[in-house]
């Protein structure tokens, strides 16, 4: 079982860029689909963004298209997701999971997921 941990969060105004990244001690990120996933108070959890494992491929959600990147940083081991544009309804806790086992597109529903992170805050306000 991967222990995921995310770093990164912080408060940041509309409009500024944070960079989340997700890192497991002990195995390698990129033989797993890794998949960030928001949740605001009050809301359900919903998937941002994932890279596919094997090929690499990413799948965006609507939320995520134009603003938010998600890439690996193989020196360090880590998956990033880049966050631009941040707007107040951004403001969440953010956490990223891993499967290590499913091939073709990654997949933006929690089910598909078997390990998580414990999540970092993110909080977009001026």
């Known amino acids: 079982q991967l222990h995921l941990v995310e770093s990164g969060g912080g408060r940041v105004q509309p409009g500024g860029s944070l960079r989340l990244s997700c890192s497991a001690s002990g195995f390698t990120l990129d033989d797993y689909a890794i998949g960030w996933f928001r949740q605001a108070p009050g809301k359900e959890r919903e998937g941002v963004l994932c890279i596919s494992r094997s090929n690499r491929i990413p799948n965006y959600s609507d939320s995520a298209k134009g603003r938010f990147t998600i890439s690996h940083d193989f020196a360090k081991n880590t998956v990033v997701l880049q966050m631009n544009s941040l707007q107040p309804e951004d403001t969440a806790t953010y956490y990223c999971?891993?499967?290590?086992?499913?091939?073709?597109?990654?997949?933006?529903?929690?089910?598909?997921?078997?390990?998580w992170g414990q999540g970092t805050q993110v909080t977009v306000s001026s």
């Open positions: 999971a891993a499967q290590g086992y499913r091939q073709g597109l990654c997949m933006l529903g929690e089910s598909y997921y078997d390990d």
